[in-house]
């Protein structure tokens, strides 16, 4: 029974495929785990705005540097994402889009509909 | 046609590896299964489970090509070359293509995947309505395969603790049964952090199923079942 | 042979997964309201800014906002632990370091949307 303990077991993430929901739901997690790190950054611009009117002039004048912009852009990519996965969750949950095929739709739709609003405020503020 | 298959005695070798074959064309292979048995006749050493080759007793399931499936109904021109077997993920490899399944049926004997029902047996059969036996369709034809639960990861993570979507097509597959009396019991022992609530939709397994069935809707019913019952 | 002696269900997991939806429609629905009202009408100056987020409304809503978060944050980060960390110690540790980080941070948040009066 020896033998038992040391079975390999085959399990190289690279090389098995991931279908797209579950590329879906891989990039649902790390983006939840990335908005949960930087909710302090959020709270102390909150903060910061509320402080003075300077500050508050501060805060505003950063958020228009090309820097913060491109910064922003990627944390609405994490939000988005998260946001459409979790709308495409729920729709789920109430029995819609869980066959194959519309489960498969549905992950396109989640990048699709990212892609957009992505796209649409980079047009805005770059 | 090309082959990289996955080899591992446990007698011989230290590690598993990659092997590669060759079949030459027009040997009249159609199904993959069809080429496995040609390969083994190159190397009798080779070794893979199957018996019906033709997808109803769920042997030969394999990670075909980096996806899980049953070489005896997956058609040799859809595949890439070179046409790389492993063994499915996540389980311990007995040796070559052939992997020990006791965790998965440990999982499936869980849900208690009989009838339950105390009434006296009636002398022909228990019956249903031609819509309530309807219910059943799409959940009765799972085989056992393993394909589906070996492409979670939920059940990669938690195999000990997660049922995973095979196991839980099959408490589904009872709790839909209008003749099983025991809907309480069951869904008591679904109602864990981690039995049931593993599940994230990922729907590799629905992605997967040879047999067209959906898990991941199953496992979405039951959530249904067990919300209806607290509201 | 891996000895099997099931632990049998916890007859919990249901509720967590409730909350989760819950908070998760709120905070949609909270963010997505916003930055309508933002494009449609926005922040002019301090003192508007200041009028602005001082108001009852607004402070409620964005008190309910943060205790949603936390909440989604705190059922997500544990079932990321419950799937890759195995190791006991180690994932107590990383639970209760989340716990106590959610629980400033919650702490941080109400004392910036309540604090300073307007």
């Known amino acids: 029974m020896e033998s038992e303990n040391k079975r390999p077991i085959y399990l190289d993430l690279l090389k098995i495929r991931l279908p797209i929901g579950g590329v879906v739901s891989i990039i649902h997690r790390a983006s939840g785990v990335l908005l949960v790190a930087l909710l302090p950054v959020s709270v102390y611009l909150l903060q910061r705005t509320l402080e003075s009117q300077a500050a508050f002039v501060r805060v505003l004048a950063a958020v228009h540097e090309t820097f913060a912009r491109s910064a922003m852009l990627v944390v609405l990519w994490f939000f988005c994402q998260h946001l459409f996965?979790?709308?495409?969750?729920?729709?789920?949950?109430?029995?819609?889009?869980?066959?194959?095929?519309?489960?498969?739709?549905?992950?396109?739709?989640?990048?699709?509909?990212?892609?957009?609003?992505?796209?649409?405020?980079?047009?805005?503020?770059? | 046609m090309k082959f990289r298959i996955y080899r591992y005695n446990p007698q011989t070798?230290?590690?598993?590896?990659?092997?590669?074959?060759?079949?030459?064309?027009?040997?009249?292979?159609?199904?993959?299964?069809?080429?496995?048995?040609?390969?083994?006749?190159?190397?009798?050493?080779?070794?893979?489970?199957?018996?019906?080759?033709?997808?109803?007793?769920?042997?030969?399931?394999?990670?075909?090509?980096?996806?899980?499936?049953?070489?005896?109904?997956?058609?040799?021109?859809?595949?890439?070359?070179?046409?790389?077997?492993?063994?499915?993920?996540?389980?311990?490899?007995?040796?070559?293509?052939?992997?020990d399944l006791s965790q998965f049926y440990r999982q499936y004997r869980e849900v208690r995947p009989w009838l339950i029902n105390d009434d006296p047996e009636p002398e022909i059969e228990r019956l249903q309505t031609?819509?309530?036996?309807?219910?059943?369709?799409?959940?009765?034809?799972?085989?056992?395969?393993?394909?589906?639960?070996?492409?979670c990861p939920s059940f990669w993570w938690n195999p000990d603790r997660f049922l995973g979507p095979a196991a839980l097509l099959q408490a589904w597959r009872f709790l839909a049964d209008s003749r099983d009396q025991a809907?309480?019991?069951?869904?008591?022992?679904?109602?864990?952090?981690?039995?049931?609530?593993?599940?994230?939709?990922?729907?590799?397994?629905?992605?997967?199923?040879?047999?067209?069935?959906?898990?991941?809707?199953?496992?979405?019913?039951?959530?249904?079942?067990?919300?209806?019952?607290?509201? | 042979m891996i000895v099997s002696r099931p632990a049998g269900s916890a007859h919990r997991g249901l509720g967590e997964w409730i909350?989760?939806?819950?908070?998760?429609?709120?905070?949609?629905?909270?963010?997505?309201?916003?930055?309508?009202?933002?494009?449609?009408?926005?922040?002019?100056?301090?003192?508007?800014?200041?009028?602005?987020?001082?108001?009852?409304?607004?402070?409620?809503?964005?008190?309910?906002?943060?205790?949603?978060?936390?909440?989604?944050?705190?059922?997500?980060?544990?079932?990321?632990?419950?799937?890759?960390?195995?190791?006991?110690?180690?994932?107590?540790?990383?639970?209760?370091a989340t716990a106590v980080m959610l629980a400033g941070l919650l702490t941080w948040a109400l004392a910036v949307v309540w604090g300073a009066g307007a």
């Open chain 2, 13 to 99: 070798d230290a590690k598993p590896y990659l092997q590669d074959f060759e079949l030459e064309d027009g040997h009249g292979a159609v199904m993959l299964l069809d080429a496995l048995l040609l390969i083994k006749r190159q190397d009798d050493s080779l070794s893979f489970r199957r018996s019906c080759r033709e997808g109803v007793c769920g042997s030969d399931a394999m990670n075909i090509n980096g996806r899980n499936g049953l070489a005896c109904i997956t058609p040799l021109h859809t595949l890439a070359e070179p046409v790389t077997l492993r063994p499915l993920p996540g389980m311990p490899v007995i040796r070559d293509l052939i992997v």
């Open chain 1, 85 to 126: 996965a979790g709308i495409r969750h729920l729709l789920m949950d109430m029995d819609i889009g869980t066959s194959r095929r519309a489960g498969r739709a549905g992950a396109w739709l989640v990048f699709a509909a990212t892609a957009a609003v992505v796209l649409y405020a980079a047009a805005r503020i770059l």
């Open chain 3, 19 to 96: 909350l989760q939806r819950l908070t998760a429609i709120y905070i949609a629905g909270y963010v997505v309201v916003l930055a309508l009202h933002w494009i449609i009408a926005p922040v002019a100056d301090y003192d508007g800014w200041r009028q602005w987020t001082g108001a009852v409304s607004v402070r409620v809503s964005a008190t309910l906002f943060f205790v949603s978060v936390v909440i989604h944050a705190w059922i997500g980060m544990r079932s990321v632990y419950m799937d890759y960390l195995h190791t006991l110690w180690l994932r107590l540790a990383v639970v209760i």
């Open chain 2, 130 to 151: 031609p819509e309530e036996r309807a219910r059943l369709d799409g959940l009765y034809e799972c085989i056992l395969c393993a394909c589906c639960s070996t492409a």
């Open chain 2, 183 to 231: 809907t309480g019991m069951r869904l008591d022992a679904l109602e864990d952090p981690y039995r049931l609530f593993r599940c994230h939709t990922i729907m590799n397994c629905t992605d997967v199923c040879p047999k067209g069935l959906n898990p991941s809707g199953a496992i979405g019913h039951i959530r249904q079942m067990l919300l209806k019952r607290v509201l």
